[in-house]
């Protein structure tokens, strides 16, 4: 005989694992390989592995059980979110900007500015500031008339 | 994905128009600062002048505005303001306005010719006349050429 104070606590998990697989037919995770191979062969022998009505009322109550568990514990299928539809669309947004602005540009050619009147640099070489301010006045407000025309600020 | 669509067709039509909207904004304002300038400096107001033409100065230009265009504004602008300093003797602060206008590029055109003769007046107002006859004389080749072009009836080339 084993004296009690002999018996570990593994062993003693072990044999009520055991003893559990043999009531129920079905084993617990702290049931080692060889144990279950123990029961499968008790169990085996003792009815050819038929279970009983009542035992089978009872696994299929903990297969329910187990099975309510799992459903609680797995998260529900979630739907995309709405923002993820925002998302998408601030990124195509994002990106068409990007083409827009970095997207290959000709060279812009330059404007056809009027040609000046004559007197313009002749006053400015002459030193004569009145009547270049006045000449270079009126050339300067063809040339704005001019970028105007050709961008459109009108 | 029905509304999204076509709101990012907008999206795309309105930034389209956007990118026209800038330079359109550009020369109007670059217009309005050379206009204000104008009359103030008529009016003996230099500091407003100086005023609104730093600000054109510091407005920056958008893409979509030529080169050329733009050298052409700025350089009137940096002429403008080169003037007024070397009025109130400050040659060297003209000079530096000369060079920020030339450092833009140098055209056949009356803008850079101002510049250049602006640049030799500040040479004459410190004593380095040998630099300002040269300034003068690349100021007076300009002006041959802008002639010739007026006897034949040509525009200065590019866009109408």
Excluded: K
Excluded at chain 1, 14 to 24: D, S, T, V, Y
Excluded at chain 2, 82 to 94: Q, W, Y
């Amino acid at each position: 005989m084993i004296e009690d104070e002999e018996i570990t606590d593994e062993e003693r998990r072990e044999a009520e694992a055991l003893a559990h697989a043999l009531e129920r037919g079905s084993a617990r995770e702290d049931l080692p390989e060889d144990a279950l191979q123990t029961a499968a062969l008790l169990r085996y022998g003792r009815d050819g592995g038929a279970l009983p009505p009542d035992r089978a009322e009872a696994v299929l109550s903990d297969v329910l059980e187990a099975a309510d568990r799992i459903a609680a514990r797995t998260p529900e299928r979630r739907r995309p979110p709405r923002w993820g539809w925002v998302l998408g669309a601030v990124g195509l947004a994002a990106a068409l900007m990007l083409f827009v602005w970095l997207r290959p540009r000709g060279p812009t050619t330059a404007t056809a500015l009027p040609a000046p009147d004559p007197a313009v640099l002749e006053a400015r070489l002459a030193g004569d500031d009145a009547r270049f301010d006045d000449a270079m006045g009126d050339y300067r407000g063809a040339v704005y008339a001019a970028l105007e025309e050709r961008y459109g600020a009108r | 994905m029905n509304r999204i669509f076509p709101a990012l067709l907008g999206l795309l039509a309105l930034l389209c128009g956007c990118e026209g909207e800038a330079p359109r904004a550009w020369v109007a304002a670059a217009r309005a600062d050379s206009a204000a300038a104008e009359t103030a400096a008529a009016a003996g107001d230099d500091e407003a002048a100086l005023r609104r033409l730093g600000a054109l100065l510091a407005r920056e230009v958008p893409a979509g505005v030529a080169e050329e265009d733009a050298r052409v504004v700025r350089q009137d602008a940096c002429d403008r303001v080169a003037r007024i300093h070397l009025a109130r003797g400050d040659a060297e602060r003209a000079m530096r306005f000369v060079r920020r206008g030339l450092e833009l590029g140098e055209g056949e055109d009356v803008f850079t010719a101002n510049l250049i003769i602006t640049r030799g007046r500040a040479h004459e107002a410190s004593g380095r006349d040998r630099d300002a006859a040269e300034d003068y004389a690349r100021a007076i080749a300009i002006q041959e050429a802008l002639l010739e072009r007026a006897l034949g009836g040509e525009r200065l080339g590019g866009e109408p």
